[in-house]
């Protein structure tokens, strides 16, 4: 197949590799025009493309035929577009060049969901309720107005893996909050093997969490990744009946996608 990824950074680079690898003829675009050479080389079609801008000509020609695309940048702050509107209005540009008959694969995030909610499923929350003040709702909503049935969406957990050391934003930092609320974490290898398995399945129309199974709370996970690359320690604040934040499910990707975490636990991401 051919395969568009809008997007070549710390997950759609070795997303590309490993769809390349499978045989797919790998497409797509990068914001930096110094990366392009390194890309290329490494066997992709790229071209440069800065959504504050027009779109190239030669775009509609560059993806003619494109079976999927996957839609994998993030929201950028932009001050003098502050609304909730710009990160969507940014998605529904880049789809522009596509055919009607491409499907699309959206990662998106689970910080769509409320910390009000205590499990956060796909299928029991509604962004129609926050579309107008979450720009991922936002995001999402616009796209699916679009696509409909041709679009997939994929909401990430924290994306943890190759140069991600997430314990060095909290290493030796004093009265943390929130230490007995659970993390939501997914390691780079499985972001990779949910979009595969979407891929490979052909599963569209729907709405995955992809997230690790297992939730330790933030002052023990957090704690054993400083102990482990040898770190201080971080402190929490001793907090009584602080409400505990969300636990993404999962369950939906393991049953509909057939998928098995290759780390499902989070204290294996370090290994």
């Not at 314990?167 to 909050?177: D, E, I, R, S």
């Not at 398995?197 to 569209?204: G, S, T």
Request: proline residues 4%; aromatic residues 10%; charged residues 25%.
């Amino acid at each position: 197949m051919k395969i568009a990824i809008i997007g070549f950074g710390w997950l759609g680079f070795p997303l590309g590799k490993s769809l390349l690898e499978k045989g797919h003829e790998i497409v797509g675009t990068t914001t930096t025009l110094s990366k392009i050479k390194s890309l290329k080389e490494n066997g992709f079609s790229v071209e440069q493309l800065d959504l504050s801008m027009d779109l190239p000509q030669n775009l509609n020609s560059f993806f003619e035929k494109t079976d999927i695309c996957i839609l994998n940048f993030p929201p950028k702050r932009n001050k003098s577009n502050a609304d909730n509107r710009f990160y969507g209005e940014q998605l529904l540009k880049a789809i522009q060049p596509f055919t009607a008959e491409t499907k699309f694969i959206f990662v998106s995030s689970t910080g769509i969901y409320p910390d009000s909610i205590s499990l956060a499923k796909e299928d029991e929350f509604n962004r129609l309720d926050l579309v107008n003040e979450n720009h991922l709702a936002f995001a999402e909503e616009v796209l699916y107005q679009k696509l409909k049935e041709r679009l997939t969406i994929v909401r990430m957990a924290g994306l943890i893996g190759e140069d991600r050391l997430i314990a060095k934003y909290f290493a030796g930092k004093v009265n943390l909050p929130n230490g007995k609320s659970p993390v939501n974490l997914i390691h780079q290898k499985d972001c990779i093997g949910i979009i595969e398995a979407i891929i490979k399945k052909q599963i569209w129309g729907e709405i995955f969490n992809a997230c690790a199974s297992e939730h330790p709370t933030k002052e023990a996970y957090y704690t054993f990744c400083c102990d482990k690359l040898k770190l201080t320690k971080p402190e929490y604040a001793n907090e009584e009946n602080t409400p505990i934040s969300k636990i993404v499910d999962n369950n939906k990707s393991k049953s509909i996608l057939d998928y098995r975490y290759k780390l499902d636990n989070p204290f294996d991401f370090q290994d």
